[in-house]
């Protein structure tokens, strides 16, 4: 049985009811391990409610740049939307977590590692499945899957042992938010029939009226610019996303499939990530070479739901972020976005590498091609048919027999 955990402790009422709760059941010291991903809030108190709790001691991480930059970059690489929608943005933010919960684990000498994680969500996977890879040595507990308390017996139990939340009994929505975006989930959102409420929103509520463009340049496959200014990636999305959602744009309605095999209607606003992936698969239309676009499109998909699984730190996933860190290196211009109410479009793209050349593709008189290697090309092409054709016949017309 384990004898020191460290809990990853968001600061709500589950997690911080789990300190207590750790404690008085199991007779563990529990260490407190907050990680700021962008999400926003009072640290200050996130910490002061674990020590309220009981924790032994309450460590705080600013993780944002390391979520940007090791965990964002990949994803905007792999331009990854699970299902074909979804940027993985809680996805995203549990191998960090996962990461820092095993090197506190290892600093403080913790036999245990444990999350808030209930039994049908995604995230109990991606806590579990990382930790067993990165140190398999660590007992794992998940307390909110084993305590049998709903939210009201939360609410109370605090209460109870002066735990200071701001929850009550009564909660609309379940959000998880970090700089990739939000997801919202539970109360009327899981009717898939009825519309998502207003009142759900934050990021992309429409303030905007007039039309405008935004420009985003990237070097090997990274945003860096907007508008021409240099920006580092933390703020540069947080800038982004603010400006796309004014034109309350951003935001994903889906039927998703869980990894537990359960149908969830989700909700989304991650104006940021969708304008960035949109700006960057553009531009790699214009600078990669024909195939290497189509194999990476076909790989695209498989590393979102490796993520989405919780296979970030599988050797499956790290060999297919080396394909796609290859495919980078010349993913390097800029990508207009033409913004307007309800709208976010690619208007223009442009590179000093492009594979666009214009004496090739124009019909004027800059025209370069040499037309009179079509015949031959055309003929050869499609020689196999032709012989096929001439052997054993063309198949009947539709309709004839």
């Not at 506190?104 to 499945?129: W, Y």
């Not at 959602?245 to 359960?262: A, F, K, L």
Request: with cysteine.
């Amino acid at each position: 049985m384990a004898k020191r955990v460290v809990l990853a402790h968001s600061g709500g009422l589950d997690t911080s009811v789990a300190v207590r709760w750790l404690q008085e059941e199991l007779g563990v010291e529990v260490i407190a391990v907050a990680l700021d991903v962008g999400q926003g809030g009072d640290f200050a108190l996130v910490r002061q409610r674990a020590l309220a709790a009981g924790a032994v001691e309450s460590v705080v991480v600013d993780a944002r740049a390391e979520m940007a930059e090791d965990f964002v970059v990949p994803a905007i690489a792999a331009n990854a939307r699970y299902e074909g929608k979804y940027p993985l943005v809680s996805a995203l933010s549990r191998p960090v977590i996962v990461r820092h919960l095993v090197a506190e684990a290892r600093r403080h000498g913790a036999d245990a590692v444990a999350h808030g994680c209930t039994a049908k969500g995604n995230d109990q996977v991606r806590f579990e499945v990382g930790t067993r890879t990165l140190a398999p040595d660590l007992e794992i507990l998940a307390p909110a899957r084993t305590w049998g308390m709903t939210r009201e017996d939360s609410v109370e139990y605090a209460a109870r042992h002066g735990i200071p939340i701001e929850a009550t009994k009564e909660k609309l929505y379940s959000i998880d938010e970090n700089l990739w975006g939000r997801a919202i989930e539970c109360g009327a959102l899981e009717d898939p029939w009825a519309p998502p409420p207003p009142d759900v929103f934050t990021l992309t509520r429409p303030t905007a009226t007039e039309q405008r463009d935004l420009v985003l340049g990237f070097e090997a496959g990274v945003p860096v610019t907007v508008d021409g200014r240099p920006l580092g990636l933390p703020e540069l999305i947080a800038e982004v996303g603010a400006v796309v959602g004014s034109y309350g744009w951003g935001r994903v309605d889906m039927v998703e499939n869980r990894r537990v095999g359960i149908k969830s209607r989700e909700t989304y606003e991650c104006p940021a990530a969708l304008a960035i992936l949109l700006a960057h698969s553009d531009l790699e239309d214009l600078t990669l070479e024909r195939d290497v676009a189509r194999e990476k499109a076909r790989l695209e998909p498989r590393w979102a739901e490796l993520v989405y699984d919780g296979m970030w730190f599988s050797p499956l996933k790290e060999a297919l972020d080396a394909f796609f860190t290859s495919t980078q290196r010349h993913v390097t211009g800029e990508v207009r976005l033409a913004l307007s109410p309800g709208s976010c479009t690619v208007t223009g793209r442009r590179s000093p590498v492009s594979l666009y050349d214009h004496g090739l593709a124009t019909y004027d008189a800059a025209d370069t091609f040499d037309h009179g290697d079509a015949e031959g090309f055309v003929r050869l092409w499609g020689l196999s048919l032709a012989t096929w054709a001439a052997r054993q016949g063309a198949p009947p017309e539709p309709g004839r027999p």
